[in-house]
């Protein structure tokens, strides 16, 4: 998938605000479509920047010296975490915490076929999304707990 169309097909606009307003708190100034003058977490300079509409990393514009590239998800990890309780499923949309979860990940949702599971493990509910393969496999990716993938008959 290329950057443009991962732009274009993120479906979580809750996450999107969320990392905007923390670029913010990091000095950030939104000048149209990016933000300006956040500090980099490398170099410690003002000379961050990052996109409003795709804010899940810093770039610094120090070409000479620096030239890192920052991920939002090593700087603020409880925003690409508990999604249960973060975006926590309604009647209204039942599958909340794994859509939060998939999207956090850049997934199109409209091309899986998913669906949202609760489980007892270490005398606590687990939350995770199924993906199935063929009939009979499934993937669990947990989204609370271990972060691994498991395979279940």
């Known amino acids: ?22 670029l913010e708190k990091r000095g950030g100034i939104i000048k ?12 410690g300079e003002k000379k ?3 996109y409003k509409e795709n804010p899940f990393a810093i770039y ?13 998800e090593e700087l603020e990890p409880d925003l690409f975490s508990n999604f249960v309780e973060r975006y926590p499923p309604t009647e209204e949309n039942p599958n909340a915490s794994v859509e939060a ?5 850049r997934l199109q949702l409209n091309q899986l076929n998913y669906q949202q599971q609760t489980w007892i493990e270490y005398e606590k509910n687990q939350m995770a999304v199924g993906k199935k ?4 496999k499934q993937l669990r990716f947990d989204v609370i707990g271990l972060r691994t993938a498991r395979g279940y008959d």
């Open 101 to 105: 979860y998939l999207s956090s990940r």
């Open 60 to 72: 610094c514009n120090r070409r000479d010296k620096c030239k890192a590239i920052t991920r939002m």
């Open 133 to 136: 393969f063929g009939d009979v």
């Open 48 to 50: 961050g920047y990052s």
């Open 32 to 43: 149209g479509k990016s933000i300006e003058k956040i500090e980099c977490p490398v170099c």
């Open 1 to 22: 998938m290329t950057a443009a169309a991962a732009r274009k097909d993120y479906q979580n606009p809750e996450l999107k605000e969320d990392l905007v307003k923390a």
